[in-house]
């Protein structure tokens, strides 16, 4: 057989193997193909490969060159059909995703109760007409003493009982001890009438126990406006106390004494059969309004401080403080 015989047949053969491959669509009919063309015994290019020894000897290594060739890009024709129709049949490798299979969930978290108060007690004033007021966390002694009429030798001041941060040598900054900074801050910076709350940290330092820690949450109220009362005062603490504890609460006041209030007192909420203390109150002292800029000839109000914690406690019946604090989800689940 001449080369050119040879080489035809081989390429020939090549072109009828690509054409099996392609017409094959299932995983048998291409085995039965391989096997007609790459067979061991009896394929195709195995009877071609005998037929080399007719070829004249000057050509043999030019025959055989060819061959190797061709074989190679059958057995390359062979691996992609293969590759084809494993990924037309889905293949006998597992696809790595299911997308049908419904997701892991992934545990939902939610607000701190505490913050859920803050809301909720956010929500309630605002319907009686209090909007939001925020103030710093560290204050001057002007916002947290001076301006609320608490003078330089008031007892309140005493290092022991507050947290005085060294923030630099000209002026003492305290972290507040009371959210009735806030109510100069707000006087201070606009003209009654007033109708504000103020939600957020205070701090003392008091020993942690099942009533007390170091840091807690107050809301703050004032209200300034002419010919302002304490039936005021009392209407909406009670309007506030019924919304939040959620029956018809009945609210007490007792006599007490705050620098910034005149009268002062404390305000109890009459609860499952107890009267329980709520926090201060009392009309906005005369020095108070002076200190700001407002002339009590003209105006007055009313302010109060309510623990939220206390609230919230209250309400949940939570019997510790601490566990606001300890973030074991055992206990914040349960809100
Ligand atoms: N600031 C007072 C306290 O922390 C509470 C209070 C607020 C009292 C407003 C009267 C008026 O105890």
């Not at 001041?157 to 005085?164: G, S, T």
């Not at 109708?195 to 820690?213: C, Q, W």
Request: aromatic share 8%; net charge negative.
């Amino acid at each position: 057989m001449s080369l050119s015989e040879f080489v035809g047949q081989l390429d020939a053969l090549l072109e009828a193997a690509i054409e099996a491959f392609n017409l094959a669509h299932t995983e048998d009919a291409l085995e039965e193909a391989r096997i007609s063309f790459l067979g061991a015994k009896s394929g195709r290019l195995k009877t071609v490969q005998k037929q080399m020894g007719s070829v004249a000897a000057d050509d043999r290594k030019a025959a055989g060159q060819r061959l190797n060739e061709v074989k190679q890009l059958v057995q390359d024709a062979f691996e992609a059909a293969c590759a084809r129709v494993q990924s037309q049949s889905g293949g006998t490798a597992q696809p790595a995703i299911d997308h049908s299979l419904p997701g892991i969930a992934a545990p939902r978290g939610h607000l701190h109760p505490l913050t859920q108060t803050i809301n909720e007690l956010k929500e309630i004033m605002g319907r009686l007409g209090f909007e939001v007021a925020e103030g710093p966390e560290v204050e001057d002694e002007r916002h947290n003493f001076d301006a609320l009429n608490i003078p330089a030798e008031h007892p309140a001041r005493d290092p022991l009982d507050n947290f005085y941060v060294n923030v630099g040598p000209a002026v003492p900054m305290l972290l507040r001890s009371q959210t009735s900074t806030v109510q100069i801050r707000v006087m201070e910076s606009r003209p009654w009438p007033i109708r504000i709350i103020s939600l957020g940290r205070v701090y003392r330092p008091d020993t942690a126990d099942a009533t007390h820690y170091p840091m807690f949450h107050q809301m703050e109220g004032l209200l300034i406006d002419r010919h302002v009362t304490m039936a005021d005062l009392k209407s909406v603490l009670r309007m506030f106390a019924s919304s939040y504890l959620g029956a018809d609460v009945h609210v007490r006041f007792r006599p007490s004494f705050f620098p910034f209030t005149e009268p002062s007192v404390e305000a109890d909420f009459w609860w499952n059969g107890n009267w329980v203390e709520f926090g201060g109150a009392g009309m906005v002292d005369p020095n108070v309004l002076s200190a700001v800029g407002y002339d009590p000839e003209e105006v007055s109000g009313f302010a109060f401080g309510l623990g939220i914690e206390r609230l919230c406690m209250r309400r949940h019946n939570v019997t510790d403080i601490r566990e606001f604090y300890r973030n074991d989800v055992r206990f914040l689940q349960q809100f």
